[in-house]
């Protein structure tokens, strides 16, 4: 093994702010789709469920967030 490569267990641990980092990647993904759709004519129930999809994003996004700030906390 050299010393730029990371063992395989490290590699596979998501940090906090990667995490974070495609949390808020996806809801950015959600909604130029949803904007997408709507562009395109989509009904108003389709871009309801995408709303819907996009809200719950948000709250994984700030419970990841909560759960990255506490870790942060904890080790100061």
Request: charged share 30%; aromatic share 4%.
């Amino acid at each position: 093994m050299s010393i730029t490569t990371e063992p395989p267990t490290v590699r596979r641990r998501p940090d906090a702010q990667g995490q974070l980092q495609e949390e808020l990647r996806h809801i950015r993904d959600l909604v130029f789709v949803r904007d997408l759709l709507r562009e395109r004519g989509a009904t108003a129930a389709d871009l309801h469920v995408y709303d819907a999809v996009i809200e719950r994003a948000h709250v994984v996004l700030a419970e990841s967030a909560k759960r990255a700030s506490a870790r942060y906390a904890a080790a100061a």
